[in-house]
């Protein structure tokens, strides 16, 4: 297993409570900056899939990504924390305390200490076109059901990725959302809805044009 060197840091890296039985959403990213696309993923997930939780994950830096220049997490956690104001969602850096790299390791982990959660990951479009390229992802979706939110401009690279076709057998009707986190994984749905076309390298390349 690869290991980051553990990051503490307090009020920013603590599991949030939870409780068995409870529906509790995983979104991870970078959220350099966090925007409205990042909100209406939230809002929408939180609706539809019935979930008594979300919790924001702020990665200390994606594995796939160059992260210099990453602002440091409590930077990009306390920022999240700011421009959310929902009281069932929950931002925390906890993959920095426990040194994990990689979303396979947050899962296992998440999964074999607190049993009876009912978690499910949450990623957008653009997300599951290089699904394929996370490390260890077919354990990642044997493990938690997924949910994919619709994204301008990937939503065919979604659909046709490696990860999609090969999971093709375990897709749930989109009508069928809030039974999502009870089904059994492998287990996904692609949410179409209200959509967003911001990002952050749109934003950060706006704020520094060069
Ligand atoms: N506008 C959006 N619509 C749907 N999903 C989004 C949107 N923006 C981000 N996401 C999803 O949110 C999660 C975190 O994304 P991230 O923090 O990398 O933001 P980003 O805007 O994609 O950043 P960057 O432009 O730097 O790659 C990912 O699963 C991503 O797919
Ligand atoms: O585990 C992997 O191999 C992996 C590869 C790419 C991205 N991820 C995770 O996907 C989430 C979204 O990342 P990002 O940078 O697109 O916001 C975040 O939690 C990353 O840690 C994970």
């Given at each position: 297993?690869?290991?980051?060197?553990?990051?503490?840091?307090?009020?920013?890296t603590e599991i949030p409570?939870?409780?068995?039985?409870?529906?509790?959403?995983?979104?991870?990213?970078?959220?350099?900056?966090?925007?409205?696309?990042?909100?209406?993923?939230?809002?929408?997930?939180?609706?539809?899939?019935?979930?008594?939780?979300?919790w924001?994950l702020?990665?200390?830096?994606?594995?796939?990504?160059?992260?210099?220049?990453?602002?440091?997490?409590?930077?990009?956690?306390?920022?999240?924390?700011?421009?959310?104001?929902?009281?069932?969602?929950r931002v925390t850096g906890f993959?920095?305390?426990?040194?994990?790299?990689?979303?396979?390791?947050?899962?296992?982990?998440?999964?074999?200490?607190?049993?009876?959660?009912?978690?499910?990951?949450?990623?957008?479009?653009?997300?599951?076109?290089?699904?394929?390229?996370?490390?260890?992802?077919?354990?990642?979706?044997?493990?938690?059901?997924?949910?994919?939110?619709?994204?301008?401009?990937?939503?065919?690279?979604?659909?046709?990725?490696?990860?999609?076709?090969?999971?093709?057998?375990?897709?749930?009707?989109?009508?069928?959302?809030?039974?999502?986190?009870?089904?059994?994984?492998?287990?996904?749905?692609?949410?179409?809805?209200?959509?967003?076309?911001?990002?952050?390298?749109?934003?950060?390349?706006?704020?520094?044009?060069?």
């Amino acid at each position: 297993m690869t290991l980051r060197p553990p990051l503490r840091i307090p009020g920013i890296t603590e599991i949030p409570p939870s409780a068995p039985g409870m529906r509790i959403g995983l979104f991870g990213g970078s959220f350099n900056p966090i925007h409205d696309g990042h909100l209406l993923v939230m809002e929408e997930t939180l609706r539809r899939l019935e979930l008594d939780a979300l919790w924001v994950l702020v990665t200390p830096g994606n594995p796939l990504k160059n992260n210099a220049g990453l602002p440091p997490l409590d930077t990009r956690v306390q920022a999240a924390r700011a421009r959310i104001a929902h009281p069932r969602i929950r931002v925390t850096g906890f993959e920095a305390a426990k040194g994990f790299t990689y979303s396979w390791q947050t899962i296992d982990f998440l999964t074999s200490t607190l049993p009876g959660r009912r978690f499910v990951w949450i990623m957008g479009a653009d997300s599951l076109a290089n699904f394929h390229r996370w490390q260890r992802w077919r354990d990642i979706a044997a493990r938690v059901p997924i949910a994919v939110y619709v994204r301008p401009g990937a939503a065919r690279r979604a659909l046709a990725s490696r990860a999609a076709t090969m999971l093709d057998y375990a897709q749930i009707d989109e009508a069928d959302a809030a039974i999502l986190p009870l089904c059994a994984p492998p287990a996904w749905i692609y949410l179409q809805g209200r959509q967003s076309s911001l990002s952050s390298s749109a934003i950060r390349a706006a704020k520094d044009p060069n």
